[in-house]
């Protein structure tokens, strides 16, 4: 009956990872860099990732990201950090960078509570720089060896600075996260953030990312992703949406 079950939960995940994908300016996806972290002690990874485009335009890209995770019993605490930079053909360098610490307590397993502060700069987009600060209510009702599910809300601060002009926002966070465990080298996860104004929920935010990971060598593997953002109130010559996909390398420690 439980292999049944599990059997179930992972078509529903499945499908999931399908719809959500064709759906979905500064918004970062932090669930795809949590752990399955059951155990106490230190862990984390490192990224590294390039991409280069020829053709209409040139461009080469490298990205690096450093994560840590430790866990103490009921108590959980992690910091992500990410910096990108891209140089085109006649030299030109544009930056982005991204930050988070945050913190668990877990009252069960299934229900936590969490603080994060988390910061990020994109000159691609004209984010000068990006600050959040708030509290969320996480509810977990799937976990196990293989398959994990997860529903969070949050209230949270949102400064964002983007050319000469500052905003400060109240914005609430509603997320749906999901992984799957298929066997031993392969697993896929997807998530869907939706980040309404508190005072006008006509501006609202949107992410989706569907995230595959394929272990090539005890603890290196190979990942791809693709990652739809929409904002419905961007900046000024700014689009409604992105689109980004993305291949790399990532070591576990």
Aim: charged fraction near 25%.
């Amino acid at each position: 009956m439980r292999k049944k079950s599990d059997n179930i939960y992972c078509i529903l995940i499945l499908l999931s990872l399908l719809f959500n994908s064709q759906k979905s300016h500064s918004q970062v996806n932090t669930e795809k860099m949590r752990q399955w972290a059951d155990s106490s002690g230190l862990s984390g990874n490192f990224y590294l990732s390039t991409k280069l485009i020829n053709g209409n335009s040139e461009l080469f890209q490298g990205d690096a990201k450093v994560n840590f995770l430790y866990r103490h019993e009921k108590h959980l605490l992690f910091s992500l950090n990410n910096f990108s930079q891209t140089k085109s053909k006649d030299n030109k360098f544009i930056d982005k960078g991204f930050s988070l610490l945050r913190y668990n307590y877990e009252f069960t397993p299934k229900y936590i509570t969490e603080f994060f502060l988390q910061g990020e700069f994109n000159h691609i987009r004209k984010l000068e720089h990006r600050y959040l600060a708030g509290l969320a209510f996480r509810y977990v009702p799937i976990h196990r060896e293989k398959i994990y599910g997860a529903l969070g809300i949050a209230a949270m601060r949102e400064e964002e600075a983007i050319s000469d002009t500052t905003l400060i926002k109240y914005r609430s966070s509603l997320y749906a996260t999901f992984k799957l465990k298929i066997n031993e080298i392969l697993s896929l996860n997807n998530t869907v953030y939706y980040q309404p104004r508190i005072s006008n929920p006509k501006d609202f935010r949107l992410l989706n990312e569907g995230f595959l990971e394929l272990k090539v060598w005890k603890q290196l593997e190979f990942f791809m992703s693709i990652q739809y953002r929409f904002d419905s109130e961007p900046p000024a010559l700014v689009k409604h949406y992105d689109i980004e996909l993305k291949n790399g390398i990532k070591f576990n420690f």
